[in-house]
Every structure is written in structure tokens, then in C-alpha cells.
């Protein structure tokens, strides 16, 4: 067409408008198979053929020709539509369904430009009409359209929902059957432990050589169909493209292949962000990450990983539920340790620091979608890494964080001057730690060790070997920046959180000799923690929960000790103990929480480290039943679970220790296992979802005597 015409301007043709103007209107339309066909219609004086005319053109525009212009008008065929509808009746020439083909043309073209929120408006406005004169020949589509908009505008939890509502319909549709896969790939849980995957037996194939040629050439054809060897790029196009160019990394290109690679990619890019196809933006920008890193162009390799991130943030934030954001980025499990490793690499630090904030921050995010019940984005929670330094002088206080991969480490400390360094690549990862962490209980500790010897060596061992997370630090404590008696803050990260790191050495020496330490989720806690006015406590809850066991054994000198710390806490603050008659799940999930210091004396029970069980369901506080104490027996032997606190009860019972500080006197209860999610999974991590501005809680099995006069000593 000469000039852009509007909605309006093609509604006033077709209402007011001339048969003169009209038959200029069809001579002017752009190029479509049907447009031979739609001229004698749109030029007859009669309105049921006009729309009949529009509508042959109209499909063809909205689902690929011309959207733009289709956009137009199938928004004016539909207004125009409905008119001669209404004004005809029921009994008309034009039928109900012709009139709802024009919306499902229009959403169609709104999608396919990426106007997902006009789409999604538009539907709204529309589907209550349709509902209400029971239009069932389009409505389906029109309400799948509207899915389409809200999974493409990251509401996943509304296109979710919708999904279900029209499976309960008994709605049959492709369209319908891929947003539904693709929500399922996005939505998995967050409390799943990561394990190592087999390979199937097609991708053992396609991973030999010569498997890998035929696998490609079954693809290409496959692709040479659906696109009809069109030269444009579409979706299928633009997939081949980006396999193909990806495909070289599997051996290993000179750089003039790299680069040619880079460049295809590159284009294939252009298409997919242009075109909204996330999945495949994101495989092109995994792409652009190898080639550049491979050309050790590291900077530009780390910009094509925050691309990435940001598209998987962008996913992550239109889902609510904290068990189904988790697993948004498990297509990409080394998209944070790459991004960490170029950050470290290019040394740009303040970025690595957002980096590890953010593998860590998934968590605390998840806390607000929850209890809000609305999808939260990452970035409002990564962003306190930022404000770190301020805060950092403002409490002369130092921050370290940790990020673990599987061969090594990255580190960044903010100290209390607000400068911030780089630990750059430390040669420690996850095989090595894991290890560690299994020689730090102190029940080994002096005894025999078949293959080391007496495992006091081997415990000073250790801490000479967990030093590599510390001696970077040593120039900062020469020139002045960390001074002994600071304090430093750190944040773990995988088995870190298994070892308490007070022990390793620094210059020597258990590095508690030189600075005090707190351990904490991450910046977000951290900021949220000092920039919160204290509030005295005026409230406490004691839950005691001895074994059967116990009872028989020690009788009531074990539960003396589990209820010295109440007694403390009653000289101080008003509250209650919880008798072992009722201290249930059921008499928790209806006492007040929030606001206390809230007391489990009881004992803990967690995974062993290699094993396969998922501490989201395997971990926690044992507590009482109706039936009476617990049996430490049964519940070793994985029965009685029904009456252990676990992560995954704190979130399904909803309990809320909003602002409270919660200790656990409990064997282990301090140990988490990281999850696909990044998150930390045990009940530390479920604490502070449900809440708790702190915790204090125990990496080891405990005396239950030595633990009362900690506690007491640390309630005074």
C-alpha cells in the first residue's frame, strides 16, 4: 500500500464508505494468494459479502504474509463483523463463528509481532462476549491465543493455570499440547538434587561422529519440509542455523571457522530476539558464549551470558511457586559457572559479585512470590549486591562470598572500606569440598584412620587445605584493609555449607584467631539484616521433643537439659513451652510464630553426603505424635516420617516465622544440600522462606549438655 492505513480508516470503508472506495481499498491491499478471490466480494454493496471478502483476506495476513497490515484489518473486520452481525441476527447471512475468526486472526498477528500485552487486553475484552452467546467454534483458539501472549509476557503461573482450565474443557489443540510442554520445561522443581544424567541411547549416536552427521541430516530434512526451502528466515530456519553453528564446538575449528560460525549466529540472533523465540534466543547466545571464549574474546563471551541470564531471569519471573521457578534454568547448569569464570577472567568485578548474588539470590526471590503470591524478578533481589559496599563502611565490616563449580572456586570480597576484590580462579571446586565436609564431624576426631592415620592429622590437614579460601586475602591484611579483631561476614555456597570455616587456616592459624565470623544466605539478607532497626523481642516458644529412647535411657536428666534454655528465656521474655503431649506438627501450624524467639530442643536428622536422598524431603526436626514421643529407632530406619519437620512440610504446613529468630538445639540441623535451583535445601533454607530474619543451628551431632550451656550463655 502507498500510506499505512489504519483500522479506522478500512472500518470507515466498509461503513460508509463507497463502492468506489471500496473496489480502490481491494486494488490497494498487499499482495495475498487470496486476493483475486476477496475483490468481487469486497466490492459488492451487500455487507455479508464484505465481511466474507475481509475474511479471506484476513487469515492469510495475520498468520504470516503481513502481519502489520493485518493487524489492521482483521481488528476493523472484526468490529465491522460483529455490526452486520447484530444487525442481521442469528438468522443472517454472516454466522457467529465468521465473526470470532476475525479475533483469532487478529491475536494471531498481535502474537506474532510480539504485542503481548495488547493481545492479552484484547482477549479479555472479547471472551466474556463469545462466552456469553456460547461461540464454540473459536473460543478455544481465541483463549490458547491468549496463552500463547501470557507464556511469551513471562506470566507463566496465568498461561499455566489457563492450561489446565482447558484441558478440564476437554480443548484438543497442537498449539495447546507445546505451551504445555513448555511450561512443564520451565516449571520443575527447585528441590530436586542435581544428579549425574545417562545418556540416552540417540544422544549416545549423535554424539559419535559419524551418529552425529546422520542425526544432523535427519534434522535438515525435517527442517527442509517444514520450511519449503524457503530462503527467508523463519523458526526452523533460524533452529538449523543456530545447530549448525553451534555444532563445530564439538570438535575443535580454527579461528576462520569460529569466526564464520560467530557470524551466522549472530544473524540467526537478530531473527530470534526479533521474534520472540526465547528457547531458541537462548541457544543462539549459548553459541555466541563458546565461539567467543574460544577466541579467548572473554569480555564479550561473558555480555552474550548476561544476555542469557537476563532471558531466564525474565522467564523465572512470571512464576510464583518457589518449587517450580527453581528449575527454569536447568538447560543451561553452567550458564552461572561460565558467567563467573569470564566475570573473574575479565575482572570485572562488581558484575562477578551481581553473578554470584544472583546464582544465590533465586532463593530469596522465591520468599516474596510465595507469601505475596505474585511472580517476583531475581534482578529486585541481586540488586542489594550493589548497595554492599556502602554498607560495608557504613558497619566497618567485610563481606565474602563464594561461588563453587565443579573444578573451582570464585570469590569476592567487599571489605569495609567499600572496595571490592577479585579471589580470581581458586583451584578448589565441589569433588574436593564434598570431601572435606565428610572429615569435619569431631566424632572422628583422634581416632585410628586406616589409611591416613590418627585422624587429628588428618583434621589439621584439612584446615591447611581449606586455607586456599583465605590466603588471597593475606595482601589486604598486610596493607591494612582487613585488620585483626575485624569481622567478616562470608556467604558458602554447595558443601561449604557442610564446614564450618571458622577452622581453616589463615596465616597459620584458625582464621577465628584473626577475625570474628557470621555466615549468611547472601547480599539480600545481608542488606535486608543491617538496614533493618532492631526490634527487642517480647515473645518466646520452646518445642522439646525427646525420644522414647532418651527417656528410658537418661530419664529426666536429658530433659533437664533440653529445657535449660527455656528456662533462660523465660527470665527474659514473656512465652511458653510447648509440652511433649502436644508438641506436634498439627499444634505448630496453630501457634503464633512470627515476631518470637522460637526454641526446638530436639534432635536432627539430615542425608549422608553421598547419599541420593533429597534433604527437602529427608531432613529436619523430629517432633511428637498424637501416639507420644518419638521412636529414634523407627525413624532411622526411614519409618515415622509422617512426624519429622522437613523443608518441604515448613512450606506445605505455611508456617510463618516472620521477623522471628529461630534455634535449633538439634543434631545436624545447620547442613543443606544445593538444589538445581542454586538454593541451599535444608532447613535452614526453609526457615528463612517461611521467614525467620535468623537462625542458629548446629553443622554436627551435639550434646544435648553442651548445647544447653551454649545456648544458655548465648540467650544471656
Not at 45 to 64: E, I
Not at 356 to 370: C, Q, V, W, Y
Not at 688 to 701: D, E, M, V
Given at each position: 500500500m502507498k500510506t499505512k492505513m489504519y483500522y479506522e480508516d478500512i472500518l470507515k470503508i466498509f461503513r460508509r464508505g463507497s463502492a468506489k472506495e471500496r473496489t480502490a481499498f481491494a486494488d490497494d491491499c498487499p499482495s495475498n494468494r487470496f486476493k483475486n478471490a476477496a475483490k468481487p466480494?469486497?466490492?459488492?454493496?451487500?455487507?455479508?459479502?464484505?465481511?466474507?471478502?475481509?475474511?479471506?483476506?484476513?487469515?492469510?495476513?495475520?498468520?504470516?504474509e503481513n502481519t502489520q497490515f493485518g493487524e489492521e484489518l482483521s481488528r476493523a473486520g472484526h468490529e465491522f463483523a460483529r455490526q452486520v452481525y447484530s444487525e442481521q441476527g442469528e438468522g443472517g447471512a454472516i454466522l457467529l463463528y465468521t465473526v470470532s475468526a476475525f479475533a483469532q486472526d487478529y491475536l494471531n498477528a498481535l502474537n506474532l509481532q510480539g504485542k503481548f500485552d495488547k493481545a492479552i487486553e484484547f482477549a479479555d475484552s472479547i471472551i466474556p462476549y463469545y462466552q456469553g452467546m456460547n461461540e464454540s467454534t473459536n473460543l478455544p483458539e481465541i483463549r490458547i491465543k491468549k496463552i500463547a501472549a501470557l507464556f511469551e509476557s513471562n506470566r507463566?503461573?496465568?498461561?499455566?493455570q489457563m492450561v489446565k482450565l482447558e484441558r478440564k474443557r476437554g480443548t484438543s489443540s497442537l498449539e495447546l499440547d507445546r505451551l504445555e510442554k513448555e511450561i512443564e520445561k520451565i516449571k520443575e522443581g527447585v528441590t530436586t538434587i542435581p544428579k549425574k544424567k545417562e545418556k540416552t541411547e540417540l544422544e549416545k549416536m549423535a554424539s559419535t561422529e559419524k551418529g552425529h552427521e546422520a542425526f544432523r541430516s535427519i534434522l535438515d530434512w525435517g527442517t527442509d519440509i517444514m520450511t519449503k526451502s524457503s530462503a527467508e528466515i523463519n523458526e526452523w530456519k533460524a533452529k538449523k542455523i543456530i545447530r549448525d553453528a553451534t555444532s563445530i564446538f564439538m570438535g575443535q575449528p580454527g579461528p576462520e571457522e569460529i569466526e564464520k560460525s560467530l557470524s551466522e549466529l549472530q544473524k540467526a540472533r537478530e531473527w530470534t530476539k526479533d521474534n520472540g523465540t526465547r528457547i531458541d534466543d537462548n541457544d543462539a547466545l549459548w553459541g555466541l558464549y563458546l565461539g567467543n571464549k574460544r577466541l579467548k574474546k572473554y569480555s564479550e563471551a561473558a555480555d552474550m551470558l548476561q544476555s542469557l541470564r537476563n532471558n531466564i531471569e525474565d522467564l523465572r519471573a512470571g512464576i510464583k511457586e518457589p518449587l517450580e521457578r527453581g528449575g527454569v534454568s536447568s538447560k543451561f547448569p553452567?550458564?552461572?559457572?561460565?558467567?563467573?569464570?569470564?566475570?573473574?577472567?575479565?575482572?570485572?568485578?562488581?558484575?562477578?559479585?551481581?553473578?554470584?548474588?544472583?546464582?544465590?539470590?533465586?532463593?530469596?526471590?522465591?520468599?516474596?512470590?510465595?507469601k505475596e503470591k505474585i511472580p517476583c524478578d531475581d534482578r529486585v533481589f541481586s540488586k542489594p549486591a550493589a548497595d554492599?559496599?556502602?554498607?560495608?563502611?557504613?558497619n566497618s565490616t567485610h563481606y565474602l562470598t563464594f561461588f563453587v563449580d565443579d573444578e573451582e572456586t570464585y570469590a569476592v570480597l567487599v571489605a569495609k572500606d567499600g572496595t571490592m576484590h577479585s579471589a580470581g580462579c581458586l583451584p578448589i571446586g565441589k569433588v574436593q569440598i564434598r570431601n572435606f565436609a565428610e572429615k569435619v564431624d569431631p566424632r572422628c576426631w583422634g581416632k585410628k584412620d586406616l589409611v591416613n592415620g590418627l585422624s587429628d592429622s588428618l583434621v589439621e590437614g584439612l584446615c591447611e587445605a581449606l586455607s586456599i579460601l583465605f590466603e588471597w586475602l593475606e595482601p589486604f591484611f598486610e596493607n591494612g584493609v582487613m585488620e585483626e579483631g575485624d569481622h567478616i561476614c562470608y556467604s558458602p555456597d554447595e558443601h561449604l555449607h557442610h564446614i564450618p570455616l571458622q577452622f581453616a587456616h589463615f596465616r597459620g592459624s584458625p582464621i577465628v584467631e584473626k577475625f570474628s565470623l557470621s555466615r549468611i544466605h547472601g547480599a539480600h539478607a545481608l542488606s535486608l539484616l543491617l538496614n533493618r532497626k532492631p526490634v527487642p523481642f517480647k515473645s518466646y516458644l520452646s518445642i522439646e521433643v525427646p525420644t522414647e529412647e532418651d527417656l528410658e535411657k537418661e530419664g529426666q536428666k536429658l530433659v533437664k537439659n533440653l529445657h535449660r534454655p527455656a528456662e533462660t528465656l523465660a527470665k527474659r521474655l514473656q512465652g511458653k513451652t510447648i509440652p511433649l503431649s502436644e508438641a506436634t506438627m498439627e499444634t505448630l501450624s496453630r501457634v503464633f510464630l512470627a515476631q518470637s524467639v522460637v526454641h526446638f530442643s530436639t534432635h536432627g536428622i539430615f542425608p549422608k553426603i553421598n547419599s541420593d536422598e533429597n534433604p527437602f524431603k529427608n531432613s529436619g526436626l523430629v517432633m511428637a505424635s498424637d501416639a507420644g514421643p518419638p521412636n529414634a529407632s523407627r525413624i532411622a530406619q526411614g519409618k515415622d516420617f509422617d512426624y519429622v519437620l522437613t523443608p518441604e512440610k515448613v512450606l506445605d504446613l505455611g508456617l510463618d516465622f516472620s521477623g522471628s529468630h529461630v534455634t535449633l538445639l538439634a543434631c545436624v540441623s545447620g547442613l543443606a544440600n544445593e538444589g538445581i535451583g542454586g538454593d541451599a535445601l535444608g532447613m535452614e533454607w526453609a526457615l528463612?522462606?517461611?521467614?525467620?530474619?535468623?537462625?542458629?543451628?548446629?553443622?554436627?551431632?551435639v550434646s544435648a549438655k553442651l548445647s544447653a550451656e551454649f545456648f544458655n550463655r548465648f540467650y544471656n
Open positions: 466480494r469486497l466490492k459488492s454493496d451487500n455487507s455479508a459479502m464484505q465481511v466474507m471478502g475481509l475474511k479471506a483476506l484476513s487469515s492469510a495476513y495475520c498468520f504470516g507463566i503461573d496465568e498461561a499455566d553452567y550458564l552461572f559457572p561460565a558467567l563467573c569464570e569470564m566475570l573473574a577472567e575479565t575482572g570485572r568485578v562488581p558484575e562477578l559479585l551481581d553473578a554470584i548474588e544472583g546464582a544465590k539470590g533465586r532463593a530469596i526471590a522465591d520468599i516474596l512470590s510465595l554492599i559496599p556502602d554498607l560495608m563502611r557504613k528463612i522462606q517461611a521467614g525467620a530474619s535468623s537462625t542458629l543451628s548446629s553443622h554436627w551431632y
